[in-house]
């Protein structure tokens, strides 16, 4: 491959550790986290395998194109395309990330990257996180599009918004990561108090910035922690949110549900292992 070209999703940071970075006025997208297996497919430059005459030509001093548009795909933080990684090993039976790649690339053009979840059940039947199905039916899985980029041939990325994404799979027939609400801060604090029925509090904008994060974070949980996942038939715990700031670089959090947390623990102390892990 070529440097600076395909690029591993970064992992994300936890919200509370990160509220400061949060104001009234700030623009964010709230999206449902699912939890399944990261994928990455992505069609770039990469180094093209000249033929005989061509390295000739090249060695002779003539411009020959070099670079061909390919794609690769990944996990969340392995390639899997077996001619870039030979000793690749996909931890299930089935390339479970090859099998999204397929169904995907249609979509991606020349320079696009696509970041997702797969979610549901192997091909060969098994869950890919277990007891969670995300209402798919045996042996079938989904795909969820969280993040989109194109990269230009000098390597240089420009991020899709995320209410691009969600556009952009409307349009092509994609599932984009459910959306929550999408605005400013203090617009979804006022939507939250309203569901919730509570009464709205009152700040002063200059002194109480602190105090106005704390009650995001904390009508952020009441709204989309600790319940059941409402997309999966079996009953789960559903793991969080997702808060996307709306900026031209990626900049997005987390908030998961500690029924979620306790859930891992537990399967992490009987030994099971977690796919996202090793991948």
């Not at 106005?212 to 904390?218: A, K, P, S």
């Not at 306790?262 to 977690?274: A, F, H, M, P, W």
Request: include cysteine; aromatic fraction near 14%.
């Amino acid at each position: 491959m070529i440097a600076n070209q395909f690029k591993f999703h970064d992992d994300t940071g936890m919200l509370y550790k990160n509220l400061h970075t949060l104001n009234p006025d700030t623009f964010v997208n709230i999206s449902y986290k699912m939890h399944g297996t990261s994928g990455i497919s992505s069609r770039i430059l990469c180094k093209k395998a000249l033929k005989w005459y061509e390295k000739a030509l090249k060695f002779l001093g003539i411009n020959i194109v070099d670079t061909e548009y390919s794609d690769v795909y990944a996990s969340r933080k392995v390639v899997k395309n077996e001619e870039l990684n030979p000793k690749v090993k996909h931890f299930y039976d089935d390339d479970i990330w090859g099998v999204a790649h397929k169904e995907l690339l249609p979509f991606v053009l020349n320079g696009m990257t696509f970041y997702y979840e797969i979610v549901g059940f192997l091909p060969s039947g098994g869950y890919i996180q277990k007891d969670y199905d995300y209402g798919c039916d045996h042996k079938e899985h989904k795909i969820y599009i969280y993040r989109i980029t194109y990269t230009n041939i000098d390597g240089k990325v420009f991020e899709f918004s995320a209410t691009q994404v969600q556009n952009f799979c409307k349009e092509k027939g994609l599932n984009a990561v459910p959306e929550l609400f999408s605005g400013k801060v203090s617009r979804f604090i006022t939507i939250a108090e309203q569901i919730l029925g509570k009464e709205p509090r009152i700040f002063n904008l200059e002194e109480d910035q602190d105090l106005i994060r704390e009650h995001f974070l904390q009508l952020l949980k009441d709204l989309y922690n600790e319940k059941n996942c409402y997309i999966c038939k079996n009953k789960v715990p559903e793991e969080g949110a997702v808060i996307r700031l709306e900026k031209n670089e990626f900049e997005a959090y987390k908030q998961k549900s500690n029924r979620f947390y306790e859930r891992e623990t537990k399967e992490l102390d009987s030994g099971e292992i977690n796919i996202e892990d090793l991948n």
